[in-house]
């Protein structure tokens, strides 16, 4: 963090620097947000530390939004910020609406939910490390490394829709009510929307970096 830390010293003033740890927090909540989507699958499973964590990066993102309107931030970051704390945020607005999905309807057939339950755990897995690449990447100072961790980001993306295709697929080839078929469709939408978001991360932050150092 010595080099980040530097960087930060010498391009930011002290209201673009907590901006970017408040960044940093968001991802955090993200992860353990997402550590918790797979405990729903328990016969207790309840959606209350979920919604805590949603609360906590909806009011990181509005100490953001204050900061950036507080007329502190350089004119040419303001709409880069913005769209990044929005995007941001909604990485766990999704995860805590895929937990709600989750929550919402459980499918009788002991195979299909099997089949959910895996899917879900295996979206997880990948979104997990997703967001670590993310929490990595907003530590550096390097826009090279930062392009190669943002490159790795993309690939996660693709086999998230990888995942959602197979999702679909498997929704339209079995015989199932349409809450299940839509069930279904709504748990895939919504683990590739996370890894959506958490690229749309990626490309904010190399946007936000390079308007500073070009």
């Known amino acids: 963090?010595?080099?980040?830390?530097s960087f930060v010293n010498k391009f930011f003033n002290s209201e673009e620097k907590t901006i970017v740890e408040k960044f940093i927090e968001i991802v955090?909540?993200?992860i353990k947000?997402?550590?918790?989507i797979p405990k729903l699958f328990d016969s207790n499973a309840s959606i209350d530390e979920i919604r805590k964590l949603e609360r906590q990066s909806d009011?990181?993102?509005?100490e953001i939004y204050n900061i950036i309107i507080s007329g502190a931030i350089a004119p040419n970051l303001i709409d880069i910020l913005l769209e990044f704390v929005n995007i941001e945020d909604n990485i766990i607005d999704t995860l805590y609406n895929l937990a709600r999905e989750i929550l919402r309807y459980k499918v009788k057939n002991i195979e299909?939910?099997?089949y959910i339950k895996d899917s879900v755990?295996?979206?997880?897995?990948?979104?997990?490390?997703?967001l670590l690449l993310l929490h990595e990447m907003e530590k550096l100072d390097d826009l090279y490394a930062i392009k190669k961790i943002r490159a790795k980001i993309q690939k996660n993306e693709q086999l998230g829709d990888k995942l959602k295709d197979s999702i679909f697929d498997f929704a339209y080839e079995q015989k199932?009510?349409?809450?299940?078929?839509?069930?279904?469709?709504?748990i895939g939408h919504k683990l590739d929307d996370v890894l959506d978001?958490?690229?749309?991360s990626s490309d904010a932050f190399m946007t936000f970096m390079s308007s500073l150092v070009t």
Do not use: P, W
């Not at 755990?121 to 490390?129: D, E």
């Not at 978001?197 to 749309?200: A, N, T």
């Open 121 to 130: 755990l295996q979206g997880t897995v990948l979104i997990g490390k997703t």
């Open 33 to 36: 947000t997402n550590e918790k």
């Open 176 to 186: 199932v009510d349409f809450k299940t078929f839509y069930h279904l469709l709504e």
């Open 197 to 200: 978001s958490c690229e749309d």
């Open 112 to 114: 299909i939910q099997k």
């Open 59 to 62: 009011r990181k993102a509005f």
């Open 28 to 30: 955090k909540i993200g």
């Open 1 to 5: 963090m010595k080099l980040f830390d």
